[in-house]
């Protein structure tokens, strides 16, 4: 359910019927490279049309922070899957990042990012 869930990553899926789709992903190595904008219907079920932008590097988003952020972190798709965190606050595994913050944030708050999607191993 993307209910609610504006600013939060999303993946590219094949839905039951064999047609595109976006879920939020599932684990913090997910290539999530779109951001939720706008979920338009009041009683969203799965199926329904959403409003999503993909990450590219000549247009700045807002996503979610998973915790405090500082402009000039590069940010990580957070185990709260959807949100982000920071590099210094993620355990050793392999992520998929999104891009670098353009702002300050704190828990639970939208952060401006600039795309710049990578793989990274945190060790």
Do not use: M, W
């Amino acid at each position: 359910d993307l209910t609610g869930k504006e600013g939060y990553l999303l993946k590219l899926t094949t839905g039951t019927d064999g047609k595109a789709e976006v879920t939020l992903p599932t684990d913090v190595a997910d290539a999530a490279l779109f951001v939720l904008v706008d979920v338009p219907a009041a009683s969203y079920t799965a199926g329904d049309k959403v409003y999503v932008l993909p990450l590219n590097s000549g247009e700045n988003v807002r996503v979610i922070a998973a915790n405090t952020i500082t402009a000039g972190d590069q940010v990580l798709l957070s185990g709260t899957f959807g949100k982000v965190i920071t590099r210094t606050a993620a355990g050793a595994d392999t992520y998929f990042s999104p891009g670098y913050a353009e702002e300050d944030a704190t828990n639970g708050g939208s952060v401006l990012i600039r795309p710049f999607p990578q793989v990274v191993v945190v060790t």
